[in-house]
């Protein structure tokens, strides 16, 4: 039970970063994931961010009715997909914090996109 409560906290943070942002990409099916309230130096910071890549690629990906098996397969194509092209931007941050000398264009986010 103990262990629940800060997963639960890392799901209600992610909700609260992302989903404003949701609504200001609903036409373009990108989601804009902040992380600058993280520490990316420390692997828990990591861990969070990569929750809330995953978290914004549900929800642009997200098709009607996903209990079609092609429809779910495309869903979790686009899914996979648009984690992975949001995996050198996560590698950047995550080298800018453990490598100050590496400069990642002055923004703390991470733009995931469906395509």
């Not at 993280?38 to 969070?48: D, M, Q, T, W, Y």
């Not at 995953?54 to 397969?73: G, K, N, P, Q, Y």
């Not at 995996?87 to 590496?102: C, I, Q, W």
């Amino acid at each position: 039970m103990l262990k629940a409560i800060p997963v639960m906290a890392a799901l209600a943070a992610a909700v609260i970063l992302v989903v404003p942002t949701v609504s200001q990409a609903a036409g373009s099916n990108s989601v804009r994931v902040s992380y600058a309230d993280l520490n990316l130096a420390s692997e828990s910071g990591r861990h969070v961010l990569q929750g809330r890549v995953a978290f914004a690629a549900r929800v642009v990906c997200e098709i009607e009715d996903s209990r079609e098996l092609a429809l779910a397969t495309a869903t979790n194509d686009c899914r996979n997909d648009a984690v992975q092209r949001a995996r050198p931007a996560y590698e950047a941050a995550v080298r800018a914090t453990l490598h100050p000398s590496v400069t990642v264009g002055g923004a703390a986010a991470i733009v995931v996109t469906a395509r």
